[in-house]
């Protein structure tokens, strides 16, 4: 008999090989692997109903063959037979109004129904701190587990899903059993299972994390130390990311020895608390040597204990190493920094791009870092700035704004905290930030002798060198002990053993020329001579492609970019790229990427205006300009279907685009060349190719809205706009103006959104643009909408429907049908709203609009919900979400899994309402969407 009191029951099993037990306690044969996969997918939602169209879906992933609908009905027939209990007329497979099911799918049935009830005892006595009981809940769950749940089967549709959530939720309840061995002192015992959990599955932070501790609490500190490297080399060479802000604290706690984490017996740790500890300093240099006494200036103005940490100026000429000394020195002393690093190289002495604006470098770089979400970031410079200031008191950061232009540049940059170490690398005094702000010079000059030789010793080798000890020091003289000079002479040497050195410092003796920006009285201290003598050892084509690097917008390039500035075949420029590492005048960052330094960028701009003639620079700078372009236009596309250029290409570009097979691929690309591409609309902005700016800003729209860059895209619209009215051209100034509005409207700047709205109309009405007006107006719905006003939302869409209609644009005129039904559905005109979402969805489906039909699932779904037909809400917004996620729309995902979980919520079904709020709130955090902060307090409320 069962714990109730009737008949025993069937017993399914799904946390392994998929299997049925007779009530007797035999195992039943199931049949055919069809069969099992069917009784799989029936053992996979318990409650959930399938119909025959479902199930084909499920059973055979969209290759169904023809006989597939009665084949389900054989399936079945087999299992009930299969499944039949001896003297029971009752069929196992119930067939029901929302179709196919299991019967008695209770805890006591089915082992996945029961490792669910286990999970949720556990944790609801992890809450009310049992912390016994929840052991007993979690383990007793992990004990049904007999393998990969429904082994064997092939993954995909619903099987795949379960089985993903049932791993997460194992995983999760092997690191709550850690947490609470951990909790009651038993580290010794736990450091062998967590090392299997992470070899299973490396990649998941927490057990790292635990591992860490119990090894600390186990006195092997240096192991807990030796695991967090291991750690960091895994993560920065599989994923290319740093260990999480927990981890990195636990890390520095382990480091500063931490009482805590000691070995104290079994006294229960806290969890670190979650902050957001910033680590964006580069690598340390390899080579620097000696600067013994500018390293123990530097910790004497940064590590006074007894006072502020202070503000530390280094200044020196180009190419001196004042980079290398900060860098070194910040690497030295991360212990004492415990807050973290924040690193901005702020362009003060570029070449081709202008330098950084304070405001500019708080919102792109500072802000996020101390984890400023988009949205939260303020619209005017100066809450930016106090935003920053705010963020950074009572902290103890290192930070070190690198190659400044001047002291009003730096001022803004100060972090609000006199225990926040500052470096600030020049080429000036700044005698203004020094007198004003209280900051302290550290003049850097040339190394000595003996370092500048130890220098070339260690790139040489020590047997090299010593064999012609008067040529090693004939070298350090010709290059003024200059360590970028240095550095490139030990590279050519190095590259050429079997040259003597001394016919090298013979050859740099001869070569005459130099840089005017590091020009002295002593010819002995002039870099041309350097930088020539390495130009002119290039061949032809890697000489011309490294004067028009200089040209290029962005300090990186990839070779395809480079080939396209060449006016060469990608299969001809990589030699050229490789001549050019050799030498020193690149360095290959990455595969294809390549860095040039701003002072070899300035000595190829020299070059490139001494050798090459006006036309040919343009028309470099034009070839590298459509190659962005045109990769640009050719991604957005992929990203946005609906989103067409305005205008046609300027021009060809030369050299092979990077094929994108899909949109994943193109948003790839965008996010690798994002800086580079908004530096490209300030460059053809510069050189008056104002139709490339324009066409760039636009093509820029869809990848700046898919990651909720608004700043960005504010800053390239209102470049967009400029250049459109320069050129006359009311078509692109009418596109720059709707999408300006669009990253207004995102920022909640409704009002400037509609101003440029208002600007973008004027325009269309002009030149008679109907689609174009037509989409304006749902622009202006929609601000309507999101302000709480439906009705006012209508006419402009109604306005939409029949411009759309007019100028027979199909997908215009679905997309202003659904935003009539949405609006209709917000007034609880439901009839109304699912009348036109249907006539929507049949357009946006016939134009095979995947990002229109999902927002129509979604807002048929919402129309069903406050109907109150919650099982239809739910089946629309899974349709929903598939397409959502198909096209990788998270913004458009995590709204629908919202309502879905509100749909469920009606349903009584209050587990998978909380885990789709939880799944949303984690994508809109992710964003830095405003909403996550509500979902939060929703969830909060129900526990």
Sequence with gaps: MDPAGGPPAMRYRLLGPVEAWSPAGERLALGTPMQVRLLAILMSQPGTGWSIDQLVDELWHGRAPKTAAGNVKTYVWALRRALRSPGSA??????????????????????????????????????????????????????LWRGEPFAGLPGWGVLLAVRARLQEQRSSLLEEVADLHLRAGRHNELIEPLRTQIDGDP?????????????????????????????????????GVEPGPDLQDLHTRILRADRELLPTGARPPEKPVPQVVPRQLPAPPALFTGRTRELARLSALLLAHDGPAGTAVVTGTGGVGKTWLALRWAHDNLHHFPDGQLHVDLGGFGTATQEASPSAVVVRSLLPALGVKPLEIPAEPAAQFALYRSLTADRRLLVLLDNARDAEQVRPLLPGSAGCGVIVTSRHTLPGL???????????????????????????????????????????????????????????????????????????????????????????????????????????????????????????????????????????????????????????????????????????????????????????????????????????????????PVDPLPGPACGSPPAFTDHRSALAWFTTEQRVLLATVDEAVAHRFDTHAGQLAQSLTPFLSRLSRWHDLAAVQTTAVTVARRRGDPCAEALAHRDLALAHIQLRRYNDGRRHLRHAMARYDQIGDRPGQASTHLHLAWVYDIEGDPRGALPHARRALALSSGSHDRRGEAAALNALGWNHARLDEHTRAIAYCEQALALHEEVDDRVGTAHTWDSLGFAYHRLGVHPTAVACYRRALALYSDVEDQCGKAETLVRLGDAHQALGEHDTSTGLWREAMAILDRLGHPQAEELFERLAAYH
């Design 90 to 143: 009752d069929p196992a497979i119930l067939a029901g109004a929302t179709g196919y099911h299991l019967a008695a799918l209770d805890a006591q049935a089915t082992d996945g129904v029961a490792f669910d009830d286990l999970t949720q005892q556990g944790y609801h006595a992890l809450r009310q701190r049992l912390w016994s009981d929840a052991q007993r809940a979690f383990e007793a769950a992990l004990a």
């Design 203 to 239: 990649l998941r932070e927490r057990p790292w994390g635990q591992l860490m501790v119990a090894l600390a609490r186990s006195g092997r500190r240096s192991d807990a130390l030796a695991t967090y490297r291991q750690l960091h080399r895994l993560l920065s060479g599989e994923v």
């Design 434 to 644: 020094v007198a004003a702000e209280g900051a302290h010079p550290v003049a850097l000059d040339l190394p000595s002798a003996a370092e500048a030789r130890q220098l070339l010793v260690r790139r040489l080798g020590a047997q090299r060198a010593a064999a012609q000890p008067a040529a090693v020091d004939e070298l350090v003289s010709r290059t003024a002990r200059l360590p970028l000079a240095l550095s490139i002479v030990a590279a050519r040497a190095a590259a050429r053993p079997t040259f003597a050195l001394q016919a090298i410092a013979d050859d740099l003796a001869a070569s005459r020329g130099g840089l005017a920006a590091l020009a002295t009285d002593d010819d002995a201290t002039d870099l041309r001579t350097v930088l020539s003598w390495s130009y002119r050892l290039l061949s032809p084509d890697a000489a011309r492609l490294f004067r028009q690097i200089s040209l290029h917008p962005g300090a990186d390039i990839s070779a395809a970019a480079a080939a396209s500035l060449a006016g060469a075949p990608p299969h001809l420029i990589r030699p050229t790229l490789d001549e050019l590492t050799r030498a020193n005048l690149l360095a290959e960052q990455s595969p294809n990427r390549f860095h040039c330094h701003d002072l070899l960028r300035a000595y190829g701009a020299e070059l490139t205006d001494a050798h090459d003639s006006a036309a040919d620079r343009g028309a470099a700078r034009k070839r590298v300009l459509d190659h962005y372009l045109r990769v640009a236009r050719d991604g957005a596309r992929l990203v946005d279907a609906g989103r067409q």
